[in-house]
C-alpha cells in the first residue's frame, strides 16, 4: 500500500490527524491517523476517558458509565467495540448497544442511563466511504465548548496505546451490558405520552396513507414502530432500501436533501400504493423527510426543512395547548438555529411563547435547550433548516427522525380528518397567519483554504449591499463583531450575542427589507454554505438576491 502512495498522499495521511471538532469526529475510512480506522478510534476514546476522569470522581463515573452504540455503516460494530474496551479498562460501566441503532436511540440512552458521556458511531448521511464519532456528554446533550477543545487536548496527550480488553469479545465483558430493551421501551412510551395528540382509533381511519424509506439505514424497525404505537395505519414499505445496506446501493448520495435519485424509489411506492405522503429518514435516523403529492402538478414536491419545522412546531404548540390550557405560555419554548427560517420566532411572538435562535447545529440547540429546561422552561420544539427536529420536553436535547416521522404522521391524518385539507395547504394557512418567509440555500464545494481565501476577502471590506440592497448589520462570528459594515470594517462593532470562536468561518449580512444572508463553512463537509431567509412582507425579492449572494459574494 505505501509504494502505491505518493509522499504528499503519505505526508497527509501520517503527519496529519483527522480533527476533533464538530461534537466529535467525521472523516473517509483508511489508514493513517487523518482517517477512520480503529487506532483513531482507539486513540479519541482514550482522551475522552481521560477527561471524564478529570471531571468526574472514580467512583460517580464508574457507577454512571457511557453509553456507546453504532450505526450499519462499515466498521462502526468494530469502532463502538474498540471504543467501549477503551472504557472497560479503566473500570468504566460501558452501556453498549448489541445491534446497530438509530442515533436518537443511543441519545436516549445517555439521558435515560444518566451516563457520564455517549458515543454514538456514525457519518450520519455522509457517502459510504465515511465514518464517524459522535460525542454526548452528561446532560444528553451533544458536546460544546469547552468540552471539545478539553477533550481535544486530552487525545493529543494519550496517543500512546492503553492496555485494555479484548475488542472481539468486549460485549462479554462484566463490566459491559446491552442497555437497548431498557432504553427502547422507555423511549417509545415517553414519545406516545407526550407527543401521540389523537385516540388510536381516529389515527386507525385516516385516508392518508404514507411511504416510508429508511434509505438503507437503521431506521425502519423503529420509525416503523412508532407509527404503529400512534395507532396509524402500517407505512408502504420501499423493499429496495428497507434493509440496511452500507454500500447505499440505490442512491448516489444517501441524504434526504440531496437530489430526485434519492427519493425516487420512494416516490414509485407511493404512487403504486396511492399514498399522498412520503417520509424519509436519513441513514442514522436523526433527521426527517417530508413529500407531499400534488395533484395540480401531478408529482410529489418535498417540503424544506423549513417548512417542516414551521409545520412541526406549530402542531406540537397546539395541541400542547390543548392539553394544558392553563399552561404559562411565556414559559414554553420554542427553538431554531440562526439559519434557519424566522417563521417559528415569529409565530412564538404572535403566541406569546418564548423563543430563541442558536449557533447553527443540534449541539447548541440541545444544551440551550438543557439550559432553559434548567430555568423552569418547558421546550416543546427545536430545529435546523437541515430537516434536523426535537421535542426536547418529551425526549432528548438531541434531533430525532423517528418520533419526527410519527409526528408528521398524525399531524398529516389530522389535518385531512379535521379540516378536509393537505398539509401543504395548511401550510399556506400558517403563512397568512403568521407572515410568509421565502428561503433560499446552497452550497459549494470547497476545500477549507480556499474557504478561508475568501472570508479573509470577505473581511477586508464588508459588503454594503448585495443585489443592490443596503445592508444595515454585519455579524460576524469569527471575528466577534456585530454592528454597521463602518463599525466593523473599523473594528469599533459591538460583541455578538451568541457564542463566538476567533477564526470561525461565518458571517451574516442583515438587509433593509427584513432579509438576512449568512455563510458558513461546513464543520463536517468540504463546503461553503449560504442560507438566505425574506420576510416577503419587507419588499424584498428572495430570488433575485439568491443569485446575487453567489455572483457577489461567493463569487461563483
Not at 444544551?367 to 416543546?380: D, K
Request: net charge negative; glycine share 8%; charged share 20%.
Amino acid at each position: 500500500m505505501l509504494t502505491q502512495m505518493t509522499a504528499s498522499t503519505l505526508s497527509e495521511r501520517v503527519c496529519t490527524r483527522l480533527e476533533f471538532g464538530t461534537a466529535g469526529l467525521r472523516g473517509l475510512m483508511g489508514a493513517g491517523f487523518s482517517r477512520m480506522n480503529a487506532v483513531v478510534v482507539v486513540q479519541t476514546t482514550q482522551g475522552i476517558c481521560a477527561h471524564l476522569l478529570d471531571t468526574f470522581d472514580n467512583d460517580t463515573l464508574k457507577r454512571r458509565g457511557v453509553a456507546v452504540g453504532y450505526d450499519a455503516r462499515v466498521n462502526s460494530d468494530h469502532f463502538a467495540r474498540a471504543a467501549a474496551a477503551v472504557f472497560a479498562s479503566k473500570g468504566i460501566q460501558v452501556f453498549l448497544t448489541s445491534e446497530p441503532c438509530p442515533t436518537p436511540i443511543l441519545a436516549a440512552a445517555v439521558s435515560y442511563k444518566q451516563c457520564a458521556a455517549g458515543v454514538m458511531v456514525t457519518a450520519s448521511h455522509n457517502p459510504k466511504e465515511y465514518n464517524g464519532y459522535k460525542v454526548y456528554w452528561s446532560n444528553g446533550a451533544q458536546i460544546i465548548p469547552p468540552v471539545d477543545s478539553l477533550c481535544a487536548a486530552a487525545i493529543e496527550q494519550n496517543l500512546d496505546i492503553w492496555e485494555r480488553p479484548n475488542t472481539d469479545d468486549i460485549a462479554s465483558h462484566p463490566l459491559v451490558s446491552d442497555p437497548l430493551a431498557m432504553v427502547a421501551h422507555q423511549y417509545f412510551d415517553d414519545m406516545v405520552k407526550n407527543l401521540h395528540f389523537r385516540p388510536n382509533r381516529e389515527n386507525a381511519s385516516t385516508r392518508v396513507r404514507v411511504a416510508y424509506t429508511p434509505l438503507h439505514g437503521v431506521g425502519g424497525p423503529c420509525a416503523e414502530k412508532a407509527i404503529a404505537m400512534f395507532g396509524l395505519p402500517p407505512p408502504v414499505r420501499v423493499p429496495a432500501q428497507a434493509e440496511p445496506d452500507a454500500a447505499f446501493p440505490t442512491v448516489t448520495f444517501p441524504n434526504p436533501e440531496e437530489g430526485a435519485d434519492t427519493w425516487s424509489l420512494c416516490f414509485q411506492a407511493a404512487e403504486e400504493a396511492g399514498a399522498t405522503l412520503a417520509l424519509a429518514n436519513d441513514p442514522d435516523a436523526d433527521r426527517l423527510a417530508a413529500a407531499e403529492w400534488n395533484a395540480t402538478t401531478g408529482k410529489f414536491e418535498p417540503f424544506s426543512g423549513n417548512e417542516i419545522g414551521a409545520l412541526l412546531g406549530h402542531w406540537v404548540w397546539t395541541e400542547y395547548a390543548k392539553a394544558h390550557p392553563d399552561v404559562d405560555k411565556s414559559k414554553c419554548a420554542l427553538l431554531c438555529s440562526t439559519v434557519s427560517s424566522k417563521f417559528l420566532g415569529a409565530m412564538a411572538r404572535a403566541e406569546g411563547l418564548h423563543f430563541e435562535e442558536t449557533l447553527t447545529g443540534f449541539k447548541w440547540l440541545g444544551n440551550r435547550a438543557r439550559e432553559l429546561e434548567e430555568e423552569g422552561m418547558t421546550v416543546l420544539f427545536c430545529f435546523e433548516e437541515a430537516i434536523g427536529f426535537s421535542f426536547n420536553f418529551a425526549l432528548t436535547p438531541d434531533k430525532d427522525g423517528v418520533a419526527a416521522a410519527a409526528v408528521f404522521n398524525e399531524m398529516a391524518a389530522a389535518l385531512d380528518a379535521e379540516r378536509g385539507v393537505t398539509v401543504r395547504e395548511h401550510l399556506a394557512s400558517l403563512y397568512e397567519r403568521y407572515g410568509t418567509f421565502a428561503n433560499r440555500q446552497g452550497y459549494v464545494v470547497r476545500d477549507p483554504a480556499a474557504n478561508a481565501d475568501l472570508f479573509a476577502k470577505l473581511r477586508a471590506s464588508y459588503a454594503r449591499e448585495v443585489g443592490g440592497v443596503r445592508v444595515s448589520r454585519v455579524r460576524d462570528m469569527g471575528m466577534g463583531l456585530d454592528g454597521t459594515p463602518d463599525e466593523c470594517d473599523a473594528g469599533a462593532a459591538g460583541e455578538p450575542s451568541l457564542p463566538w470562536t476567533k477564526g470561525d468561518l461565518m458571517i451574516t449580512y442583515y438587509l433593509e427589507g427584513d432579509a438576512e444572508v449568512t455563510l458558513r463553512a461546513s464543520g463536517t463537509e468540504p463546503k461553503l454554505k449560504w442560507y438566505l431567509d425574506v420576510q416577503t412582507s419587507g419588499g424584498a425579492d428572495a430570488d433575485a438576491l439568491a443569485a446575487a449572494v453567489q455572483a457577489e459574494l461567493l463569487g461563483v
